[in-house]
């Protein structure tokens, strides 16, 4: 899937990525709240059109802000990843199917969930973290990408998976308080299995001249793996934040769009990797 990247693709993304917040911005501060209320996803009125738009207005400045930061943070990044290996198709073709899909599947899951858990509920679900979840998905998946092809499929495959294996350790130590063995038996069992390999074969440390470029590797996955930590504590709030001054964060489309954005970005991946050209 590589390809010459030249002037016209940069154009083309940079579109892209702005596109996003000047959407966002002009929606919430330049259109009547009427508008923006019949573009919220209400679950006693279910209007087919609105599990879209829902995601593109917002409930306050500071509801639009924080989405406004987890966007850059995860976008830009993203971004820097598959410009980097060349990946930059794949990136434009998955951050649109996110725009577009991302959300009715968000809504379409919280919808169930709150139908099915607290049918008493009546939310009214509006704002952008579901696709800022999805696209945190994606950065995960593009570090995969991103060492993959800087090394091979094996040591993407390890650091992408005991990355995700991190993470989700970092979700369960948000609200349980505590390490609890089990969850922590369970991923340094799964580390090991995927690390099992090496141990067996050897390790093949770089020559000198290789030395600088894993260097640089490893500083790219640290920095990648500190955003994310950084993007899921923002994501999953403590318990007790999770309901704040009348607002509810809705950790279930957060977690919904998170396993939706690995699950596409995933997805288009193998399809522009495989797919016939000419």
């Not at 434009?92 to 996110?98: A, D, E, G, K, S």
């Not at 989700?168 to 799964?190: E, K, T």
Request: net charge positive.
């Amino acid at each position: 899937m590589s390809g010459t990247v030249n002037s016209e693709y940069f154009d083309i993304n940079y579109i892209l990525l702005a596109a996003v917040p000047i959407l966002l911005a002009a929606i919430h501060f330049l259109t009547p709240g009427t508008f923006q209320q019949a573009l919220a996803f209400d679950h006693t009125r279910f209007k087919g059109y609105t599990l879209l738009t829902a995601a593109y207005v917002h409930a306050s400045d500071a509801h639009l802000y924080n989405n406004l930061i987890g966007y850059a943070l995860a976008a830009t990044y993203t971004y820097a990843l598959c410009l980097t290996v060349d990946e930059l198709s794949w990136f434009r073709y998955t951050f649109l199917i996110h725009l577009l899909t991302l959300p009715i599947l968000v809504n379409l899951i919280s919808y169930a969930i709150f139908a099915t858990l607290y049918p008493e509920a009546e939310p009214v679900s509006r704002g952008f973290s579901g696709v800022v979840s999805g696209l945190v998905g994606f950065l995960l998946v593009a570090l995969y990408v991103f060492v993959r092809k800087r090394h091979s499929r094996e040591v993407g495959y390890a650091t992408g998976l005991i990355t995700l294996l991190l993470l989700m350790q970092l979700i369960d130590l948000r609200y349980a308080g505590n390490f609890r063995p089990v969850v922590m038996g369970l991923i340094a069992l799964a580390s090991l299995l995927v690390l099992s390999p090496y141990f067996r074969g050897g390790i093949e440390f770089p020559d000198k001249e290789k030395r600088k470029y894993t260097g640089l590797s490893i500083g790219a996955v640290a920095v990648v793996s500190f955003i994310l930590a950084y993007l899921i504590l923002k994501l999953f709030p403590e318990a007790g934040a999770i309901i704040k001054d009348g607002a509810f964060t809705n950790i279930f489309a957060h977690a919904a769009g998170f396993l939706w954005g690995i699950l596409v970005s995933i997805g288009v991946w193998v399809y522009c990797s495989y797919r016939p050209v000419g």
